[in-house]
């Protein structure tokens, strides 16, 4: 009896800080949605993801999206880079004046979250992420000047532990530093050359960037 009304007690007080909540902060009208789109989540249902991602600007006419660049498509072998799969997702979109979030980093959207080539599995702690700061540096040179990107994702949630296969454990730390050494310098020159663009704010997501803020 006591887990039964236990159980109901959470249950009223969910529903009532629910609806304190809407009240307090109701749905704003101007709200716009965008999707993320992964070609890894597309194959795994058998789908040809170039497809499917062309229909979701055509027929679905979506013009907001988050996209990955994963390191394992990118790098697959060490120092030889094919950013064939991401150029396409970009390419598609500029062509339709849709705004990119891109992805970058170890970890990125959907499974196994943490996207490590093969050849990084041998490296010592230290030179994994030297490697990895290197990667975010090359990713955000190639597409800091393309106008579809307008924010850069630095790592997905990197200090969530769950649902993280093949992560080394959340380290605030080196967080910090793929965000200024990888990052920042990387950003800075944008920052110069076009005004405040592609800096929003930094939590545990990850670092977003936007148009007309920077904090």
Excluded at 12 to 26: A, C, Q
Excluded at 167 to 192: A, R, Y
Aim: aromatic fraction near 12%; glycine fraction near 6%; charged fraction near 25%.
């Amino acid at each position: 009896l006591i887990p039964v009304l236990l159980l109901l007690v959470l249950m009223v007080l969910f529903y009532s800080l629910s609806f304190i909540s809407e009240k307090l902060n109701p749905p704003s009208a101007t709200v716009n949605y965008g999707v993320t789109f992964s070609p890894l989540a597309s194959e795994s249902l058998g789908q040809d993801w170039r497809e499917v991602y062309i229909s979701i600007l055509d027929d679905l006419m979506v013009r907001k999206l988050r996209i990955p660049s994963y390191w394992t498509s990118i790098e697959a072998q060490e120092g030889l880079y094919d950013y064939s799969q991401t150029d396409f997702m970009v390419d598609e979109a500029a062509k339709r004046n849709a705004r990119i979030i891109l992805a970058v980093g170890m970890r990125q959207p959907r499974w196994p979250e943490c996207h490590l080539p093969g050849w990084v599995n041998g490296l010592g702690k230290n030179q994994k992420q030297e490697k990895i700061k290197s990667f975010i540096t090359k990713v955000i040179e190639r597409y800091r000047d393309n106008s579809a990107v307008v924010a850069f994702q630095v790592e997905n949630e990197p200090l969530f532990p769950i649902w993280a296969v093949y992560c080394d454990s959340p380290n605030p730390e080196f967080f910090k530093s793929e965000d200024t050494i990888s990052c920042m310098k990387v950003l800075q020159k944008i920052v110069e050359k076009k005004g405040i663009f592609s800096i929003l704010y930094v939590d545990k997501a990850g670092i977003f960037g936007g148009g007309k803020r920077s904090n």
